[in-house]
């Protein structure tokens, strides 16, 4: 067997995590190479369908997307995002305009870290991490070289003003669960 017939590929990892027992209510995905599997939680999912049903203000249904499979720069980086908000028209994938992740404890270091690295690079204009264990949420825009130049950060309450980025709304927090 060759080099090149051993070399690893999202679509291989994927097709080996399909037959794998995982239990009903674990997501899945990789991040560098790494498979993670954690629990979906009832405050995570009530986070994620608040702020896509907030979205739907400025998006059509068919331009969201929530825990689909979404291949990312870098090496073997297959990630399945909270919220993807796309522009043009639905079935093109390749505009991300907003990503959402909210955080889990046994993931969270992937979120603040080589996701938001990976996005960054991808150039995705405005990616939110929303941390249900501190209450609070991150905001990052302007990409540009891999990295994120802009960055604030709030407590649940506060309002996600991204009026100014091609989202072009103000997400409400208010009603967003603390874990």
Not at 103 to 118: C, L, M, V, W
Not at 160 to 168: K, N, Q
């Amino acid at each position: 067997m060759s080099g090149s017939d051993r070399e690893l590929t999202l679509d291989a990892m994927f097709d080996w995590l399909e037959k794998l027992p995982i239990p009903e209510g674990y997501k899945s995905e990789i991040v560098g190479g790494h498979v993670f599997l954690w629990p979906q939680r009832d405050t995570h999912w009530d986070i994620t369908a608040n702020i896509l049903e907030q979205l739907r203000a400025a998006y059509p249904r068919k331009l969201l997307r929530s825990d689909v499979r979404m291949d990312c720069p870098g090496r073997l980086n297959g990630f399945a995002p909270d919220v993807v908000a796309l522009s043009g028209e639905p079935g093109d994938e390749s505009n991300v305009q907003f990503v959402a992740e909210v955080i889990s404890k046994d993931t969270a270091a992937n979120d603040y870290g080589p996701k938001r690295d990976t996005y960054a690079l991808a150039e995705v204009p405005v990616y939110l991490v929303v941390d249900p264990y501190a209450g609070e949420w991150h905001l990052h825009t302007l990409p540009e070289g891999g990295k994120y130049h802009a960055c604030v950060s709030f407590g649940f309450g506060e309002d996600v003003d991204l009026t100014g980025t091609v989202v072009g709304l103000t997400l409400k927090t208010d009603d967003f669960p603390r874990d």
